[in-house]
């Protein structure tokens, strides 16, 4: 098993090490603990991260099922080339309590690997094992397009609000009301 791109000091297929969560490993024996408990069931996606590029929650994962696997983190978004998705989000002001921003971090990452071009519907579904009691989602989406937009070398994508200017500052009226992606 490999993490954040270098081998594990330890082997996953020990017995006891195999039978915990993976959450644990990463947090408590690596001490990656930008992945979050929430939930503890699935939930919540606080604990998620990349497994071989797709969004999982570690919570579910035990580590012997995954000791193959390249695991990423959020530690591991910007060496992966994701550090402009975490800007993206410190600049549409995306992040507030912050508990979730891991995960949601780590789902739009695995969007943005297997769609170059995403559509905001295509957030909101790549989202939509991801709570976030404090945004509203629209920041979320609004930094996903802009870095999509960006990364083809596009202008960064227009919010709607007729100002021109891209997402930021857009999205006040969906700040704290505490909907799901899409606010569905
Ligand atoms: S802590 Fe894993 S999904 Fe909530
Ligand atoms: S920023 Fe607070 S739960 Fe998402």
């Not at 006891?16 to 490993?25: F, G, I, M, N, P």
């Not at 947090?27 to 990349?50: H, I, M, N, P, Q």
């Not at 975490?86 to 789902?107: D, E, K, M, N, W």
Request: proline share 4%.
């Amino acid at each position: 098993m490999r993490v954040n791109g270098r081998p594990v000091p330890f082997d996953p297929r020990d017995p006891q090490l195999a039978a915990t969560r993976l959450l644990d490993v990463l947090r408590d024996r690596l001490g990656l603990t930008g992945s979050k408990e929430g939930c503890g069931v699935g939930e919540c996606g606080a604990c998620a991260v990349l497994i071989d590029g797709r969004s999982a929650c570690s919570c579910l994962v035990l580590t012997g099922q995954v000791a193959g696997n390249e695991i990423t983190t959020v530690e591991g978004l910007a060496d992966r080339g994701h550090g402009d998705l975490q800007a993206a989000f410190v600049r549409h002001h995306a992040v507030q309590c912050g508990y979730c921003i891991p995960g949601v971090l780590t789902s739009c990452a695995a969007l943005l690997e297997r769609n170059a071009t995403p559509q905001r519907d295509d957030v909101t579904t790549a989202l939509g094992g991801n709570l976030c009691r404090c945004t509203g989602y629209q920041r979320f989406t609004d930094a996903v397009c802009d870095v999509a937009a960006a990364r083809r070398g596009a202008a960064p994508a227009d919010d709607g609000d007729g100002d021109g200017d891209g997402p930021v500052g857009a999205v006040g009226s969906a700040n704290s009301d505490g909907q799901r992606a899409g606010g569905s």
